[in-house]
């Protein structure tokens, strides 16, 4: 009974801000790598972010360094993806996902490094 579910996509102008959020069911996300990836159509998944289970280790993208940032709240049992100075081709469907792994994260934005998917929250950056 594993869930994840994303919320928090909308249509926004290019510079603005999106919050996107993964709420987790069935599970206490604190012992689990949560990453953020996106899938524009036509292209592949590519990972985007991820936040360790223990350390507060993080990873990002080069496309959105400097621009997303990943944290999460346990006590929400949630995950964030704060996006600022949004571009156009940030526009993809965006998918939290969650792994049980203990070691490797260095290997998180790779598709095969997680167990658990959600369905997507789609974002339009466009004027």
């Known amino acids: 009974q594993l869930q994840l579910v994303e919320s928090g996509g909308s249509l926004v102008q290019p510079g603005g801000s999106l919050r996107l959020s993964c709420a987790a069911s069935?599970?206490?996300?604190?012992?689990?790598?949560i990453g953020w990836f996106r899938q524009a159509p036509g292209k592949e998944r590519e990972g985007v972010s991820c936040i360790s289970s223990s350390n507060g280790s993080t990873y990002y993208a080069d496309s959105v360094k400097g621009r997303f940032t990943i944290s999460r709240d346990n006590a929400k049992n949630t995950v964030y993806l704060q996006m600022n100075s949004l571009k156009p081709e940030d526009t993809a469907v965006y998918y939290c996902?969650?792994?049980?792994?203990?070691?490797?994260?260095?290997?998180?934005?790779?598709?095969?490094?997680?167990?658990?998917w959600g369905k997507g929250t789609l974002v339009t950056v466009s004027s």
């Open positions: 996902a969650a792994s049980g792994r203990r070691s490797r994260f260095r290997l998180c934005a790779y598709d095969y490094y997680m167990d658990y």
């Open positions: 069935g599970f206490t996300l604190d012992y689990y790598v």
